[in-house]
């Protein structure tokens, strides 16, 4: 049950551009593979694919805010101001993060 992320931000945001989306997405990724598996670098879509209502919102949630703390939320704000998407930690809210727990353990299992 995979969700096609990119096309869920760009129906919601219509403005974006495909590029755009696909940034947005990967960026929520990111964080996600971050918070759930500190301490497994190989953790991704392949190894450890995201599944699931509650991880899917989570990730259409992180989405959510980044195009919000990006500034890009509104098309007018967005193509009026050239708005540059600039990925740190302040694009996500620590509500939203500490939604994941990490997991701990051995690399691989």
Known sequence: NTM???AEV???????TDEDAVA?????????YNAL???????DETTRPIKGFRQQQ?????CDEIVERNGISSAT???ENGVRMEFDN???SEGLLSQLKPMIGVVGK
């Open 4 to 6: 096609d992320f990119n």
């Open 10 to 16: 760009k129906r919601k945001y219509s403005y974006l």
């Open 24 to 32: 947005i997405v990967n960026r929520a990724k990111w964080f996600y």
């Open 37 to 43: 598996y500190p301490a497994d670098l190989s953790a």
């Open 58 to 62: 989570w990730i259409l949630a992180a």
């Open 77 to 79: 704000a967005y193509s």
């Open 90 to 92: 302040s694009q996500i």
